[in-house]
């Protein structure tokens, strides 16, 4: 099944129900699309993907901010039987290279202030078609709509059978190796998820309004923020970006019962918002990053409300979540979704553990990716038989709510994107005033992580000098959030008997 299809079918009932918006941080509508201009969308983006001679299974590229193309551009891509790439309009162009190249992206279909940094890559190699987002909005090629839209059995046409281990959609994630490792979510792992996750455990329904302010290139924004609303048919208010004053505002004049956030987001919501606030509010979810105890408690202090806490990954979209009904527990991740089996496992025997013993957690069932794209070496790392394991250290609790408490892998967290050391590390790789150097993640207050460089400088290398150079190096190389916000100098780094630097400890490493 295309999970396209279902989007459709959804599409096709009550034509002029304005499902997404978007209001500016003035509170002002930008813009809003219909079902009927959704639908209108999708048959113009579908006909120039299939125009550009994509074919089922091959990758397509987006990068798209919060216009009213996006969701059809989505829609399209997987009508098509193609899979959706979301590119993180945030990479530089080396970052987004690594990314269209891992994927072998066919098509890539970009908005001005992206088509600049990828296009000069894209020409220089074998990519065939590049699609400014724009040029659709004047496409002479267009299908003749009024033939097609309100007759469900010719739009059904459109739409391409795909099996339902077929991939819709490869989203890239860090990794401990730094190299971009590809996820490939495929249609039933993603439709799986959503009934268990959005209609079965959040019961979210065509009442629901969401407040969107999070990323769309991500599982979270794009999985539950965007495919949930097509599948649940709840509406949608996007925010360019997550702003706390403006998402309590935007709370209030268009009456959102549902609110996705990481955790950062909830410290923010906190400091500005009043009591009042969220009569109309029915849920504030949180994930990507733990929430912690004190944060929930000031929240339902301050406001009545328990913030509902869940636990994904890219690779299994969602895995437990607190009840809605239920209780809420401070600290845990709660309790496994239907479908979904969730069991803690000693990492080095593979002995599963009882409750109260602490070990890596390991997901099985129909939300679980297959592997990723051509990645063996790192698939088979990833599994053990039909288990995927998280690399999340976890326990359950007496009531069999699950607590996560630490990572075995050593990624790091900066307010609910990740990032690993190694591809920070690697863009300095070839500085010459280093003896030896690592990245690591620190505390903060603000984003839960930062991260630090740490480094052990040859004799005579003057500090600010060097910190200069490195900071020069990281703003033309890195994403502005992978960028190291600390450097430290330091006598030496910690490694373990194996002689690998033990990132874990570096904290307590400083001079
Ligand atoms: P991502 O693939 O970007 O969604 O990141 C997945 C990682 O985020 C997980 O492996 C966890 O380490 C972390 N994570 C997600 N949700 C939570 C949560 N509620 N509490 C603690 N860590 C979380």
Redesign the pocket.
Known sequence: MNIAQKFLDNLLQKPERILFSAISSGGHIIWQTSHTEILEQVLQILSCIKKAGIVKGERVAISFSKNSLLVPTHIAILAAGAVVVPLNSALTEREMAAVLDKAEVSLAIVEDRVFERVSKYAFNTTYPWWVKGESFQSSKDIHSLAQVLGNKDRLDLCVEQVEENDLALMLF?SGTTGRPKGVGLSHKNIAANLQSLIVEAWKIDEGDKLLHALPVH???GLGLGIYGTLYAKNSTVFLEKFDPTVVVNAVRSEKVTLFMGVPTMYSRILDVAEQSDFTTMRLFV??????STELFRKFQEKFGITIL???????TIINSTNPLDGIRKAGT?GLALNGVEIEVFDPETFQKLSRGQTGEVWIRGANVFAGYWRDEESTKAAFHHDWFR???LGVFDEDGYLK?VG?IKE?I?VGGS?ISPSEVEIVFEKEPYFVEYAVAGLPDADLGEKVALFAVLREGEDESRVRRRLQEIADKELAAYKRPREYLFVESLPRNAMGKVERGKLKYFMK
């Open positions: 994630t991500h599982i979270h949180s994930g990507s990053a733990p929430l806490e869940r636990y994904g990954l890219t690779e991740v998280t690399g999340d996560i990572r990624l967290i990740n």
